[in-house]
Protein backbone atom coordinates (compact mmCIF):
# COMPACT_ATOMS: atom_id res chain seq x y z
CA UNK A 1 0.00 0.00 0.00
CA UNK A 2 1.04 3.61 -0.55
CA UNK A 3 -0.25 4.99 2.48
CA UNK A 4 2.33 6.50 4.04
CA UNK A 5 4.84 6.47 0.84
CA UNK A 6 5.79 9.79 0.02
CA UNK A 7 8.91 9.89 -2.69
CA UNK A 8 10.58 12.91 -4.09
CA UNK A 9 11.28 11.76 -7.69
CA UNK A 10 13.68 13.41 -10.64
CA UNK A 11 11.53 13.73 -13.67
CA UNK A 12 11.73 15.27 -17.42
CA UNK A 13 8.37 17.23 -18.32
CA UNK A 14 7.71 17.04 -21.65
CA UNK A 15 4.24 17.10 -23.82
CA UNK A 16 3.62 14.67 -26.53
CA UNK A 17 0.49 15.47 -28.71
CA UNK A 18 -0.76 18.21 -26.18
CA UNK A 19 -0.53 15.92 -23.25
CA UNK A 20 1.16 16.66 -20.41
CA UNK A 21 3.98 13.47 -19.63
CA UNK A 22 6.87 12.59 -16.90
CA UNK A 23 9.59 10.69 -17.52
CA UNK A 24 11.69 8.77 -14.76
CA UNK A 25 12.65 5.59 -13.28
CA UNK A 26 11.66 3.63 -10.25
CA UNK A 27 12.91 0.89 -8.18
CA UNK A 28 10.33 -2.05 -8.83
CA UNK A 29 10.06 -2.77 -4.80
CA UNK A 30 8.73 0.92 -4.69
CA UNK A 31 6.56 1.31 -8.29
CA UNK A 32 4.53 -2.10 -6.60
CA UNK A 33 3.43 0.27 -4.61
CA UNK A 34 1.59 2.78 -6.23
CA UNK A 35 0.04 1.51 -9.07
CA UNK A 36 -3.36 -0.52 -9.96
CA UNK A 37 -4.26 -2.48 -12.77
CA UNK A 38 -7.47 -0.95 -13.86
CA UNK A 39 -9.93 -4.01 -15.47
CA UNK A 40 -11.84 -1.17 -17.38
CA UNK A 41 -9.08 0.22 -19.30
CA UNK A 42 -7.04 -3.14 -19.56
CA UNK A 43 -7.38 -6.55 -21.13
CA UNK A 44 -7.29 -9.60 -18.49
CA UNK A 45 -4.05 -11.28 -17.91
CA UNK A 46 -2.74 -13.56 -20.07
CA UNK A 47 -1.23 -16.74 -17.91
CA UNK A 48 0.72 -17.95 -20.32
CA UNK A 49 2.01 -14.47 -21.66
CA UNK A 50 3.07 -13.72 -18.28
CA UNK A 51 4.39 -17.10 -17.38
CA UNK A 52 7.15 -16.76 -20.55
CA UNK A 53 8.04 -13.14 -19.32
CA UNK A 54 8.80 -14.68 -15.93
CA UNK A 55 10.72 -17.45 -17.28
CA UNK A 56 12.76 -15.20 -19.36
CA UNK A 57 13.39 -12.72 -16.29
CA UNK A 58 14.77 -15.84 -14.01
CA UNK A 59 16.92 -17.25 -16.38
CA UNK A 60 18.63 -13.92 -17.82
CA UNK A 61 18.86 -12.37 -14.18
CA UNK A 62 20.81 -15.67 -13.67
CA UNK A 63 23.53 -14.66 -16.09
CA UNK A 64 23.46 -11.08 -16.26
CA UNK A 65 20.68 -8.33 -16.50
CA UNK A 66 17.50 -7.91 -18.79
CA UNK A 67 15.87 -4.98 -20.38
CA UNK A 68 12.58 -3.67 -20.67
CA UNK A 69 11.36 -0.39 -22.55
CA UNK A 70 9.06 2.19 -20.41
CA UNK A 71 6.50 0.82 -18.26
CA UNK A 72 3.28 3.65 -19.53
CA UNK A 73 1.02 4.80 -16.66
CA UNK A 74 -1.72 7.33 -16.09
CA UNK A 75 -1.02 9.66 -13.57
CA UNK A 76 -4.49 9.62 -11.83
CA UNK A 77 -3.63 12.10 -9.75
CA UNK A 78 -0.64 10.32 -8.08
CA UNK A 79 1.52 12.58 -8.54
CA UNK A 80 2.12 16.45 -7.36
CA UNK A 81 4.74 19.07 -8.64
CA UNK A 82 7.36 20.07 -6.40
CA UNK A 83 9.27 22.40 -8.52
CA UNK A 84 10.86 22.08 -12.08
CA UNK A 85 12.01 18.96 -12.88
CA UNK A 86 11.14 17.21 -9.44
CA UNK A 87 7.85 15.83 -8.01
CA UNK A 88 6.48 14.23 -5.14
CA UNK A 89 3.92 10.56 -4.87
CA UNK A 90 1.04 11.46 -3.09
CA UNK A 91 0.52 8.90 -0.34
CA UNK A 92 -2.45 6.60 -0.70
CA UNK A 93 -3.08 7.57 -4.55
CA UNK A 94 -2.34 5.02 -7.07
CA UNK A 95 -1.38 5.12 -11.15
CA UNK A 96 -2.74 3.35 -13.46
CA UNK A 97 -1.11 0.67 -15.67
CA UNK A 98 -1.49 1.31 -19.75
CA UNK A 99 1.35 -1.08 -20.90
CA UNK A 100 3.67 -2.99 -19.23
CA UNK A 101 0.87 -5.45 -17.06
CA UNK A 102 2.34 -8.88 -18.04
CA UNK A 103 5.93 -7.69 -17.48
CA UNK A 104 4.97 -6.02 -14.26
CA UNK A 105 2.95 -9.39 -13.28
CA UNK A 106 5.72 -11.28 -14.34
CA UNK A 107 8.20 -9.84 -12.10
CA UNK A 108 6.64 -10.27 -9.26
CA UNK A 109 5.97 -13.81 -9.96
CA UNK A 110 9.52 -14.68 -9.94
CA UNK A 111 10.04 -12.49 -6.93
CA UNK A 112 7.38 -15.08 -5.49
CA UNK A 113 9.23 -18.13 -7.14
CA UNK A 114 12.39 -16.94 -5.67
CA UNK A 115 11.40 -16.18 -2.50
CA UNK A 116 9.73 -19.79 -2.09
CA UNK A 117 13.59 -21.62 -3.56
CA UNK A 118 15.04 -19.29 -0.65
CA UNK A 119 13.16 -20.85 1.46
CA UNK A 120 13.29 -24.32 0.91
CA UNK A 121 17.41 -24.41 0.42
CA UNK A 122 16.95 -22.47 4.40
CA UNK A 123 14.49 -25.46 5.43
CA UNK A 124 17.50 -27.86 4.10
CA UNK A 125 20.23 -25.80 5.67
CA UNK A 126 21.64 -24.91 2.41
CA UNK A 127 22.80 -21.44 3.57
CA UNK A 128 25.11 -20.89 0.60
CA UNK A 129 22.45 -21.71 -1.96
CA UNK A 130 19.56 -19.51 0.01
CA UNK A 131 22.20 -15.88 -0.36
CA UNK A 132 22.75 -17.29 -4.18
CA UNK A 133 18.80 -16.67 -4.31
CA UNK A 134 18.64 -13.76 -2.18
CA UNK A 135 21.52 -11.81 -4.85
CA UNK A 136 18.55 -12.54 -7.14
CA UNK A 137 15.73 -11.10 -5.01
CA UNK A 138 17.55 -7.95 -4.48
CA UNK A 139 18.27 -7.39 -7.80
CA UNK A 140 15.12 -7.51 -9.47
CA UNK A 141 13.41 -6.05 -6.15
CA UNK A 142 15.77 -3.07 -7.23
CA UNK A 143 15.51 -2.80 -11.07
CA UNK A 144 15.11 0.31 -12.16
CA UNK A 145 11.96 0.41 -14.33
CA UNK A 146 11.60 3.51 -16.73
CA UNK A 147 8.54 5.29 -16.61
CA UNK A 148 6.26 7.34 -18.64
CA UNK A 149 3.44 8.88 -17.34
CA UNK A 150 0.45 10.68 -18.68
CA UNK A 151 -0.89 13.60 -16.67
CA UNK A 152 -4.88 14.11 -16.46
CA UNK A 153 -6.26 11.62 -18.37
CA UNK A 154 -9.74 10.42 -18.63
CA UNK A 155 -11.21 6.88 -18.54
CA UNK A 156 -11.83 7.47 -22.27
CA UNK A 157 -8.41 8.67 -22.79
CA UNK A 158 -6.87 5.99 -21.04
CA UNK A 159 -8.32 3.25 -23.18
CA UNK A 160 -7.88 4.74 -26.17
CA UNK A 161 -3.98 4.74 -25.37
CA UNK A 162 -4.20 1.29 -24.29
CA UNK A 163 -5.22 0.93 -27.87
CA UNK A 164 -3.15 2.80 -29.79
CA UNK A 165 -0.05 1.26 -27.72
CA UNK A 166 -0.91 -2.23 -27.65
CA UNK A 167 -2.95 -2.54 -30.81
CA UNK A 168 -1.81 -0.49 -33.62
CA UNK A 169 1.86 0.20 -32.40
CA UNK A 170 1.96 -3.77 -33.05
CA UNK A 171 -0.12 -4.12 -36.36
CA UNK A 172 2.59 -4.14 -38.76
CA UNK A 173 5.07 -6.41 -36.42
CA UNK A 174 2.57 -8.74 -36.01
CA UNK A 175 1.77 -9.23 -39.69
CA UNK A 176 5.37 -9.73 -40.97
CA UNK A 177 5.66 -12.21 -38.70
CA UNK A 178 2.71 -13.99 -39.80
CA UNK A 179 3.74 -13.12 -43.59
CA UNK A 180 7.11 -13.80 -43.03
CA UNK A 181 8.37 -16.23 -40.39
CA UNK A 182 9.24 -19.13 -41.99
CA UNK A 183 9.63 -21.45 -37.87
CA UNK A 184 5.79 -20.76 -37.11
CA UNK A 185 3.74 -23.72 -38.52
CA UNK A 186 0.55 -21.72 -37.66
CA UNK A 187 2.04 -18.77 -39.92
CA UNK A 188 2.90 -21.32 -42.31
CA UNK A 189 -0.07 -22.80 -42.78
CA UNK A 190 -1.75 -19.48 -42.95
CA UNK A 191 -0.07 -18.27 -45.47
CA UNK A 192 -0.98 -21.42 -47.36
CA UNK A 193 -4.92 -20.72 -46.42
CA UNK A 194 -4.38 -17.18 -47.28
CA UNK A 195 -3.50 -18.16 -51.28
CA UNK A 196 -5.94 -21.06 -51.29
CA UNK A 197 -9.06 -18.57 -49.68
CA UNK A 198 -7.72 -15.22 -51.26
CA UNK A 199 -10.26 -15.35 -54.34
CA UNK A 200 -13.11 -15.90 -52.37
CA UNK A 201 -12.86 -12.42 -49.96
CA UNK A 202 -10.46 -10.47 -49.23
CA UNK A 203 -7.45 -10.53 -46.52
CA UNK A 204 -4.83 -8.34 -45.00
CA UNK A 205 -1.85 -9.28 -45.28
CA UNK A 206 -0.26 -6.70 -43.23
CA UNK A 207 -2.08 -5.29 -40.41
CA UNK A 208 -3.64 -6.95 -37.67
CA UNK A 209 -6.35 -4.61 -36.45
CA UNK A 210 -8.91 -3.94 -39.18
CA UNK A 211 -10.23 -0.58 -38.59
CA UNK A 212 -13.78 0.70 -40.27
CA UNK A 213 -12.30 1.96 -43.66
CA UNK A 214 -10.22 -1.49 -44.40
CA UNK A 215 -12.54 -3.43 -46.65
CA UNK A 216 -10.70 -6.81 -45.89
CA UNK A 217 -12.59 -9.34 -44.52
CA UNK A 218 -10.51 -10.49 -41.95
CA UNK A 219 -6.36 -10.50 -41.57
CA UNK A 220 -3.59 -13.34 -41.28
CA UNK A 221 -2.66 -12.26 -38.37
CA UNK A 222 -6.49 -12.77 -37.31
CA UNK A 223 -6.80 -16.01 -39.10
CA UNK A 224 -3.66 -17.46 -37.27
CA UNK A 225 -5.27 -16.88 -34.36
CA UNK A 226 -8.25 -18.49 -35.27
CA UNK A 227 -6.71 -21.56 -36.47
CA UNK A 228 -5.09 -21.76 -32.84
CA UNK A 229 -8.30 -21.33 -31.95
CA UNK A 230 -9.89 -24.19 -33.70
CA UNK A 231 -7.13 -27.11 -33.87
CA UNK A 232 -6.22 -26.63 -29.94
CA UNK A 233 -9.32 -24.35 -28.29
CA UNK A 234 -6.86 -21.69 -26.99
CA UNK A 235 -8.06 -18.63 -27.51
CA UNK A 236 -4.92 -16.51 -25.53
CA UNK A 237 -1.14 -16.64 -25.97
CA UNK A 238 0.00 -20.06 -27.90
CA UNK A 239 3.86 -20.46 -28.28
CA UNK A 240 5.50 -23.97 -29.50
CA UNK A 241 5.02 -26.36 -31.86
CA UNK A 242 0.57 -27.44 -32.92
CA UNK A 243 -1.10 -29.94 -30.35
CA UNK A 244 -3.56 -31.55 -32.91
CA UNK A 245 -5.91 -33.16 -30.22
CA UNK A 246 -8.72 -34.06 -32.55
CA UNK A 247 -7.07 -34.54 -35.95
CA UNK A 248 -3.56 -35.37 -37.55
CA UNK A 249 -1.41 -32.30 -38.98
CA UNK A 250 -2.24 -33.52 -42.25
CA UNK A 251 -5.69 -32.50 -41.61
CA UNK A 252 -5.41 -28.85 -40.50
CA UNK A 253 -5.31 -27.47 -43.44
CA UNK A 254 -8.63 -29.06 -45.12
CA UNK A 255 -10.63 -28.44 -41.83
CA UNK A 256 -8.97 -24.56 -41.72
CA UNK A 257 -10.26 -23.84 -45.26
CA UNK A 258 -14.33 -25.38 -44.72
CA UNK A 259 -14.20 -23.42 -41.84
CA UNK A 260 -13.31 -20.00 -43.44
CA UNK A 261 -15.04 -20.89 -46.17
CA UNK A 262 -18.20 -21.64 -44.27
CA UNK A 263 -18.04 -18.17 -43.41
CA UNK A 264 -19.50 -17.24 -47.46
CA UNK A 265 -22.69 -18.85 -46.33
CA UNK A 266 -22.71 -17.52 -42.50
CA UNK A 267 -22.39 -14.15 -42.54
CA UNK A 268 -24.26 -11.77 -44.57
CA UNK A 269 -23.18 -10.29 -47.97
CA UNK A 270 -21.54 -7.13 -46.56
CA UNK A 271 -19.23 -9.16 -44.07
CA UNK A 272 -16.76 -6.72 -44.41
CA UNK A 273 -18.61 -3.62 -43.38
CA UNK A 274 -17.76 -3.07 -39.23
CA UNK A 275 -19.84 -0.20 -39.30
CA UNK A 276 -22.91 -2.12 -40.06
CA UNK A 277 -21.84 -5.76 -38.94
CA UNK A 278 -19.48 -7.84 -36.42
CA UNK A 279 -18.67 -10.43 -38.81
CA UNK A 280 -15.61 -8.79 -39.60
CA UNK A 281 -14.92 -8.55 -35.99
CA UNK A 282 -11.74 -10.51 -34.99
CA UNK A 283 -13.99 -11.39 -31.82
CA UNK A 284 -16.54 -13.05 -33.43
CA UNK A 285 -13.92 -14.62 -35.79
CA UNK A 286 -12.12 -16.03 -33.22
CA UNK A 287 -15.20 -17.09 -31.18
CA UNK A 288 -16.20 -18.60 -33.87
CA UNK A 289 -13.63 -21.21 -34.29
CA UNK A 290 -13.58 -21.52 -30.53
CA UNK A 291 -16.66 -23.07 -31.13
CA UNK A 292 -16.29 -25.39 -33.72
CA UNK A 293 -13.44 -26.59 -31.39
CA UNK A 294 -15.63 -27.15 -28.66
CA UNK A 295 -18.26 -28.94 -30.59
CA UNK A 296 -15.54 -31.47 -31.66
CA UNK A 297 -14.24 -31.93 -27.80
CA UNK A 298 -17.19 -31.75 -25.50
CA UNK A 299 -20.24 -33.27 -27.81
CA UNK A 300 -17.81 -35.51 -29.64
CA UNK A 301 -18.20 -34.30 -33.13
CA UNK A 302 -16.16 -34.77 -36.00
CA UNK A 303 -14.79 -31.14 -38.03
CA UNK A 304 -17.25 -31.64 -40.76
CA UNK A 305 -20.08 -31.98 -38.07
CA UNK A 306 -19.13 -29.06 -36.34
CA UNK A 307 -18.74 -27.34 -39.11
CA UNK A 308 -22.41 -28.04 -40.27
CA UNK A 309 -23.89 -26.98 -36.95
CA UNK A 310 -22.21 -24.16 -37.29
CA UNK A 311 -24.88 -23.03 -39.86
CA UNK A 312 -27.05 -22.92 -37.79
CA UNK A 313 -26.45 -19.51 -36.43
CA UNK A 314 -27.27 -17.72 -39.81
CA UNK A 315 -31.11 -18.43 -38.59
CA UNK A 316 -30.45 -16.41 -34.77
CA UNK A 317 -28.26 -13.56 -35.65
CA UNK A 318 -28.51 -10.82 -38.10
CA UNK A 319 -25.08 -10.50 -37.29
CA UNK A 320 -25.63 -6.36 -37.01
CA UNK A 321 -24.02 -4.72 -33.95
CA UNK A 322 -27.98 -4.29 -32.16
CA UNK A 323 -28.42 -8.18 -32.60
CA UNK A 324 -29.59 -9.31 -28.87
CA UNK A 325 -27.16 -12.06 -29.53
CA UNK A 326 -24.10 -9.59 -29.09
CA UNK A 327 -26.51 -7.70 -26.23
CA UNK A 328 -23.66 -8.17 -23.66
CA UNK A 329 -20.91 -6.32 -25.92
CA UNK A 330 -22.73 -3.94 -26.96
CA UNK A 331 -21.97 -0.12 -25.97
CA UNK A 332 -25.59 1.76 -26.41
CA UNK A 333 -23.29 5.38 -26.34
CA UNK A 334 -21.20 4.43 -29.59
CA UNK A 335 -23.87 2.22 -31.24
CA UNK A 336 -21.75 -0.83 -31.81
CA UNK A 337 -19.95 -4.21 -30.42
CA UNK A 338 -16.80 -3.12 -28.13
CA UNK A 339 -13.97 -4.91 -26.60
CA UNK A 340 -15.00 -8.37 -28.30
CA UNK A 341 -11.26 -9.11 -28.41
CA UNK A 342 -10.14 -9.79 -24.80
CA UNK A 343 -10.35 -13.80 -23.86
CA UNK A 344 -13.23 -13.95 -22.15
CA UNK A 345 -15.17 -11.93 -24.03
CA UNK A 346 -14.38 -14.48 -26.96
CA UNK A 347 -15.05 -17.14 -24.71
CA UNK A 348 -18.76 -15.72 -23.50
CA UNK A 349 -19.39 -15.40 -26.99
CA UNK A 350 -18.80 -18.70 -28.07
CA UNK A 351 -20.78 -20.04 -25.15
CA UNK A 352 -23.68 -17.96 -26.25
CA UNK A 353 -23.58 -19.24 -29.88
CA UNK A 354 -23.22 -22.68 -28.15
CA UNK A 355 -26.50 -22.05 -26.95
CA UNK A 356 -28.42 -20.80 -29.73
CA UNK A 357 -27.19 -23.95 -31.92
CA UNK A 358 -28.86 -26.18 -28.76
CA UNK A 359 -31.72 -24.22 -28.94
CA UNK A 360 -32.20 -24.57 -32.75
CA UNK A 361 -32.08 -28.33 -32.42
CA UNK A 362 -34.55 -28.20 -30.05
CA UNK A 363 -36.75 -26.10 -31.92
CA UNK A 364 -36.18 -27.82 -34.90
CA UNK A 365 -37.27 -31.29 -33.15
Same mark, same amino acid.
Given at each position: ?5 L ?61 F ?60 ? #? @? ?7 ? =? !? &? ?9 ? +????D?R???T?I ?12 V????R?R? #? @? ?7 ? =? !? &?K ?7 S? +? ?5 S ?23 G ?22 W ?5 K ?56 F ?11 V ?8 K?L ?14 G?
Open positions: MNNHLARVKVQEYRQFGRSVLLTKMPFRVLQSIFTVDGRVQRELDPRRKNAIRDFILETVKEGTFYSPFVFSARGAWSRIREGEWEVVPGAKMAILDGQHRAKALESALRKLEFEKEAYEDHGDIEK #A @EEIQKWIDI =L !E &SYEIAMQIYLD +LSKDEQLFDNTERKEAHGGLVKYDQDY #A @EWTRTLVQR =L !E &SFEIERNLR +LTTTNSLTSMVIMKKCLIALIEGNVGYKEEPICKYCREDEVLDIAERFFSALQLFPQAANRKKYVSGLSGVQIALAYTVYRLVEEEEKSYTEALEHLQRLKDFTSWRHDDPLAPFYDEKKKQVRLSEQGKVKSELFLQEMKRKAVVR
